[in-house]
């Protein structure tokens, strides 16, 4: 009997299937800071930027690799489990295609940016190229779908833990960085090999997986929008480094990027927590429409004390923090930590808040929130880190969000509700009660 058949109760599952996936982010947060840290005390800054400039040039591009069609298949594997071939054969070669646009436009762009910096090309061609290996990270979905990321965390870290450690290794012996990148390759290759090994032992085959022209057709119908709005919503957050590296130079993007590598540390909490309500929001909102307020009003709640807990002891600490763990070359990265500490305020609640455009099939509002926090980032970011230097980009992405995730709702009547949960939940965040939504005849498994 598989553990799909022998799972618990949804109340349980949930708990069960959170604490992986909270197991999966502190693996990652360990291992990915002491990769972070013996990256920055060997490189310095100026190398240091070089890596992160290529790495998250990559990163705008992304987007191409999932199509943003990712929370619209697990949603479609939670309310059709019987059509779970067809979905995962057609999303499989459309990643395929996906990946492939990505890898193509992101060296294309950087050759034309960067012509005379064979480094920073090099190591963003090898970071690109790894994302070939990726491709069956579809599995994830479907076990997502079912709360079964037991799975998915024992084969991702299982690869990460020996890519880490190896990456670890060829930094000490002082290897040439390109063959630090090329670790990448190997850690995807064998996390997704790992993903089919537990995929058949659940009974599945992928060979059942199909392909069909008017599945992809409709996925990619809902999510051509969140390809250009999740694409927006990176260059919104990440975009900072690229014109940092071109007003400042590598080492102010060496000094910005240790202070974002330890905020992201702390952000994994609300992606953790999204991952793992999404089943649970998609089914509470087939309960009525009183379940589903509650069940998304204690995700705002649990994203509020999540800011709490982790931004404001973080706000005094960080000149501290970073000095202690990268030494005092990379003292201004400490005041730029604080700032980062306040950001995470609204990438929470942008995280959480895209379990409601999801269920609501808002892809198009959410495509236009995106684009306007893209935009007024770029054009905050020009105006003041001439002014104000590396902290101006800062201030420019948190009055970018502030627009993007809050304000703009005030306009549309399709979201006014959710903003009113949003900011409800926040002034009575202690009132937190977990509740899960019965697992119904949509949910049973099927081969």
Not at 401 to 407: G, R, Y
Request: glycine content about 6%.
């Amino acid at each position: 009997m598989t553990l799909v058949e022998k799972r618990a109760k949804p109340r349980r599952s949930l708990l069960v299937n959170t604490s992986w996936l909270f197991g999966d982010k502190m693996i990652r947060m360990v291992f990915g800071l002491a990769v972070s840290i013996i990256m920055a005390r060997v490189l310095g800054p100026e190398e240091l930027g070089k890596w992160n400039y290529a790495e998250s040039f990559f990163g705008m591009f992304l987007i191409f690799t999932t199509l943003g069609f990712d929370s619209i298949l697990v949603r479609d594997l939670v309310k059709d489990p019987k059509d779970e071939h067809e979905l995962l054969g057609t999303a499989v070669l459309l990643k395929l295609v996906g990946t492939l646009i990505a890898i193509v436009l992101s060296y294309s762009f950087i050759s034309l940016l960067r012509p005379e910096d064979s480094s920073v090309r090099l190591i963003n061609l090898i970071l690109a190229t790894a994302s070939v290996f990726q491709l069956f990270d579809i599995i994830d979905y479907w076990f997502r779908a079912q709360m079964l990321s037991k799975y998915t965390v024992v084969a991702k870290n299982t690869a990460f833990v020996l890519g880490s450690t190896i990456k670890i290794i060829l930094l000490l012996s002082g290897v040439p960085i390109w063959v630090v990148a090329l670790c990448a390759h190997g850690e995807f290759l064998l996390g997704s090999l790992l993903l089919l090994y537990f995929f058949r032992k659940e009974g599945r085959r992928v060979k059942r997986w199909t392909f069909r022209l008017a599945t992809a057709r409709r996925i990619m119908n809902h999510s051509w929008p969140l390809i250009l709005s999740s694409s927006a919503v990176y260059v919104q957050a990440r975009i900072d480094q690229v014109i940092i590296g071109e007003l400042l130079g590598n080492a102010a993007v060496g000094q910005y990027s240790v202070a974002l590598r330890l905020i992201e540390v702390l952000g994994f909490i609300p992606v953790v927590l999204t991952t793992a309500y999404a089943p649970v929001v998609t089914r509470s909102k087939q309960k009525g429409s009183d379940e589903y307020r509650q069940t998304l009003s204690t995700v705002y709640r649990l994203m509020f004390i999540c800011f709490l807990v982790t931004s404001v002891p973080l706000f005094f600490l960080s000149q501290w923090v970073v000095v202690v763990l990268y030494g005092k070359e990379f003292t201004e990265a400490g005041s730029l930590l604080s700032l980062f500490a306040i950001r995470l305020f609204f990438t929470n609640f942008s995280v959480a808040k895209s379990l409601f455009i999801t269920n609501e099939n808002l892809f198009r509002y959410t495509l236009l929130t995106s684009v306007v926090g893209a935009v007024t980032n770029i054009a905050f970011n020009y105006a003041l880190i001439p002014l104000l230097g590396v902290r101006g980009s800062l201030v420019a992405t948190i009055l970018s969000f502030t627009i993007s995730v809050f304000l703009l709702d005030l306009l549309f009547k399709e979201v006014k509700s959710n903003l009113g949960w949003m900011m409800k939940s926040i002034l009575t965040f202690w009132r937190v009660h977990i509740t899960v939504p019965k697992v119904g005849e949509n949910n049973h498994d099927t081969h």
